[in-house]
């Protein structure tokens, strides 16, 4: 489906100069002279290139439609994920480096969605927030309590985050995936 340049928006796959790029940000901007335009940040989600592109109102680019499709992970493999179709049971082996930051939170038997182009993965989406236990944590400096502060804390998958100070070594604690970022106390 062909678009023109300023209705792309964050989130978007384009098929842009023979691939498949992820809109990540946009900006709009309107010079003074010449007409708008809408700058893009893209990431090629074949090779992990990223560019930044210039889309003037006239043009237009191909909007891609990917396929999702439910996997379960089974275990990992050197540098490679092996996934099971949660339908046909079929695995599949995947390269770690396609989950990018997201990788220490993949946990065994986590369910993902395998984004499809033409039937070949080329990303995995966890979900948004998981559980993790907190194996080390800096101790409150005294007087800190009263304000917002944050102190570092080690999860269980060795990733570094930002805690309140009353959290503490062994506690379970919701961590948003993406943004690597403590969300609360696991109930």
């Avoid at 990431?43 to 990223?50: H, P, Q, S, T, V």
């Avoid at 003037?56 to 990917?66: G, H, N, P, Q, Y």
């Avoid at 990788?103 to 948004?128: H, N, Y």
């Amino acid at each position: 489906m062909k678009i023109s340049g300023v209705d792309i928006r964050p989130g978007n796959i384009l098929e842009y100069e023979r691939g498949i790029w992820k809109v990540a940000k946009i900006q709009h901007t309107q010079p003074g002279k010449g007409g708008a335009y809408m700058q893009v940040e893209m990431k090629n989600l074949m090779d992990g290139r990223k560019t930044n592109v210039r889309f003037r109102s006239a043009d237009t680019v191909e909007r891609v439609r990917l396929d999702t499709k439910e996997f379960q992970f089974l275990y990992a493999e050197g540098d490679s994920l092996v996934f099971m179709d949660n339908d046909t049971y079929e695995q599949i082996t995947l390269p770690a480096d396609l989950l990018g930051d997201a990788r220490p939170f993949l946990q065994d038997g986590m369910q993902v969605t395998l984004e499809l182009w033409e039937d070949r993965p080329i990303s995995v989406d966890l979900p948004a927030q998981v559980e993790a236990l907190i194996i080390e944590a800096d101790a409150v400096v005294k007087g800190q309590t009263a304000s917002s502060s944050y102190k570092p804390a080690i999860l269980d998958n060795g990733v570094r985050i930002m805690v309140p100070p009353h959290i503490e070594s062994g506690t379970r604690i919701v961590v948003d995936v993406y943004e690597q970022a403590y969300v609360g106390k696991a109930g």
